[in-house]
């Protein structure tokens, strides 16, 4: 295994909001276990990543949300190297791409619509029947907890979509509540690591919107379906690893409300990583032989 040289792509701190250094420790993790398994692997940060004029290593641990990290991503797959996650995997989770995808592959995702922040949209609002609904930016990852809002009403929405509109953000999703348990979920495309928990209970936040459904009731589900859900949703994005949320209605509905390239693992990134690391080399070793 010694012939597998990666290059490992960190993620710059003003992506990992509230959880920089929950970020840093799976990536070491990862590095780790796959050091330990023979790999060769040369770490940059997400500016070395940048200004690096060549890269060496045919394959690419990468973690970034840079645009221009993703963008020299892309490249690189294009030139033919193996890029986990892909540069266009991590493109499609941002929110408008992701929304679409999801809805257009007929994977569980609320009601939702694609708006213009200067545009009127109460009228659109009280046609689809949304009274309390998630306002989330559409063109980027969240990078603030303003990036995504929770509103009770079509005027709060417009205000919301209005100072959207005053800091840059051209383009915004609008996700219908839906009410239930919400469900964070960690997972590894092709493989059998799956964990989930509910993260309201467990304390576990980056903004604290937890809090607008608050303590799980324990709701029965079908485990099974999720994880197959999930699977699907991260062939359909183009992600290995990958995270979310998820809301279990009180019939036992499950709904995917955010889907993530490459989370923190937090809860569970000492049992994670080194899955993380096999589905690496796996994939690396289908790529290079």
Not at 115 to 130: Q, S
Not at 178 to 186: E, M, P, Q, S
Not at 231 to 250: F, H, K, M, P, T
Request: aromatic share 10%; charged share 25%.
């Amino acid at each position: 295994m010694a012939d597998i040289t990666i290059a490992g792509v960190m993620r710059a701190g003003a992506y990992s909001p509230n959880h920089i250094g929950n970020d840093t420790a799976i990536f070491n993790g990862t590095v780790e276990q796959l050091r330990k398994r023979g790999c060769s692997v040369t770490v940059y940060s997400e500016e070395q990543f940048i200004n690096a004029d060549h890269i060496e290593e045919p394959v690419l641990l990468a973690m970034c949300r840079e645009r221009q990290s993703i963008a020299k991503l892309q490249q690189l797959e294009d030139a033919g190297k193996l890029v986990i996650n892909s540069g266009y995997g991590i493109e499609n989770c941002t929110r408008e791409r992701m929304t679409r995808i999801l809805l257009g592959n007929d994977i569980p995702y609320p009601e939702s619509l694609i708006v213009n922040t200067n545009e009127n949209v109460r009228p659109k609002l009280e046609k689809a029947g949304f009274k309390s609904c998630w306002i989330k930016r559409g063109d980027f990852h969240a990078m603030h907890k303003e990036d995504v809002s929770y509103v009770r009403h079509a005027e709060e929405a417009q205000e919301v979509l209005q100072e959207y509109f005053y800091r840059g953000i051209t383009r915004a999703v609008i996700n219908v509540h839906l009410v239930g348990d919400l469900v964070k979920f960690y997972g590894i495309r092709g493989s059998d690591f799956f964990f989930w928990f509910y993260p309201f209970d467990e304390g576990h936040s980056k903004y604290g919107w937890e809090v607008v459904n608050g303590k799980a009731q324990g709701l029965p589900f079908d485990l099974d379906h999720l994880k197959q859900i999930c699977q699907r949703a991260a062939e359909e994005l183009n992600v290995v690893v990958y995270g979310g949320d998820c809301i279990v209605s009180d019939d036992g509905t499950v709904r995917i409300i955010d889907f993530n390239d490459w989370p923190s693992f937090a809860p569970c990134r000492v049992e994670a990583a080194p899955h993380i690391a096999k589905a690496i080399i796996r994939e690396a070793k289908a790529f290079l032989h």
